[in-house]
């Protein structure tokens, strides 16, 4: 994997609960801006679109996607208006957090939420930039327990 490196954290179990509420924070700005989209529009609409068009607002990777193969989980995005150094990658084994740098100012909370459906191991997860994309690579726990025996 070439590019960038990316700063990644692990978190750890005595910080995960932390963590998730911040997640469920995350989500509930999300909600609170969707409901106001509700509320500001004149139109009929799916409470889906307003859900969309929420996420679009705070979502950091609009583009992305999750690929698993090989007893490996890789995680693509496309960042494009920030420096790979702004970025930051949160690792658990069911979830991986890439956001712009919390201690940076920007305008909106830009962040994205990958949840996976295989577990991995968030202590050898990789995470790089290359124009404009962040690649997160980790193997599944899976994977690692098949290369023991």
Request: proline letters at 7%.
């Amino acid at each position: 994997m070439s590019g960038l490196p990316v700063r990644l954290m692990v978190v750890t179990p005595d910080k995960e609960q932390s963590f998730r509420r911040r997640l469920a924070q995350l989500h509930e700005s999300v909600q609170r801006r969707a409901y106001e989209i509700y509320r500001q529009r004149h139109h009929p609409a799916a409470a889906g679109d307003d859900w969309r068009c929420a996420e679009k607002e705070t979502m950091l990777c609009a583009l992305a996607g999750i690929e698993s193969d090989s007893g490996r989980v890789r995680i693509t995005a496309a960042v494009h208006d920030l420096d790979p150094r702004e970025l930051l990658v949160e690792v658990l084994p069911d979830t991986i957090l890439v956001e712009a740098d919390p201690a940076k100012e920007h305008k909106s909370p830009h962040y994205s939420v990958f949840p996976l459906r295989e577990k991995i191991n968030p202590f050898l997860a990789k995470a790089t930039f290359e124009q404009g994309q962040i690649t997160v690579t980790a193997p599944t726990t899976g994977a690692l327990r098949e290369n023991r025996q």
